[in-house]
């Protein structure tokens, strides 16, 4: 089975949590993404598992009835995190689908980036050339960071031989990355993946 993992949750340090954020995207901005986030997954990706990893505070969003709804229907696949630990270490979540031993393939994705026919013909090559790490670039402000936390894929057997959850989280706790400051995904994968 080849899945594509989300993180959606609510952290008190995310720049749309904060008091000085427009009252109209305060807490809000992700969830807006929910419902054409699944049409678009199931149009370009519907061979592969939807996969949403989540933290209990956005329970409260009328669209995590939906996602209910939706994992009821077979079209994704929740799984509850309990509270983010922090910023970008939610972020990390993505990853955890490479340790179930029936995934194949895992690709990380941000909420807010919906899936193009571009991108699933990108994925494609990088399946065809066979290499263990996919790492996507589509903006000039991608430049100069190897993986991007929401742009990069894995062949799950490859990462499982290289770490399990518990190594990733000793490796995360002892990697002096703060993990609360945008970025600390991106900084970790590249660590890790050889990219920094």
């Given at each position: 089975m080849n899945v594509i993992a989300y993180a959606f949750?609510?952290?008190?340090?995310?720049?749309?949590?904060?008091?000085?954020?427009?009252?109209?995207?305060?807490?809000?901005?992700f969830r807006t993404y929910i419902r054409p986030l699944v049409?678009?997954?199931h149009s370009v990706w519907p061979d592969w598992e939807l996969r949403i990893h989540h933290d209990d505070r956005v329970r409260e969003f009328p669209e995590f009835a939906l996602l209910e709804r939706y994992e009821a229907a077979g079209l994704v696949r929740l799984v509850a995190m309990g509270e983010a630990?922090?910023?970008?270490?939610?972020?990390?979540?993505?990853?955890?689908?490479?340790?179930?031993?029936e995934v194949e393939l895992l690709l990380c994705r941000d909420l807010d980036s919906l899936p193009q026919p571009r991108e699933r013909v990108?994925?494609?090559r990088w399946i065809a050339i066979g290499k263990p790490i996919s790492g996507l670039h589509d903006s000039t402000s991608h430049h100069g960071t190897a993986l991007l936390g929401g742009?990069?894929?894995?062949?799950?057997?490859?990462?499982?031989?290289?770490?399990?959850?518990?190594s990733m989280r000793e490796a995360m706790a002892i990697s002096g990355i703060d993990f609360d400051r945008k970025g600390?995904?991106?900084?970790?994968?590249?660590?890790?993946?050889?990219?920094d």
């Open positions: 949750y609510r952290s008190p340090k995310s720049e749309y949590e904060r008091a000085d954020c427009a009252s109209a995207t305060r807490g809000n901005f049409r678009a997954h630990p922090s910023l970008t270490g939610a972020m990390l979540w993505r990853l955890l689908p490479a340790f179930d031993p990108a994925v494609e742009m990069c894929g894995f062949r799950c057997d490859w990462l499982r031989h290289l770490m399990t959850p518990e600390g995904d991106q900084h970790f994968l590249n660590a890790i993946f050889g990219g």
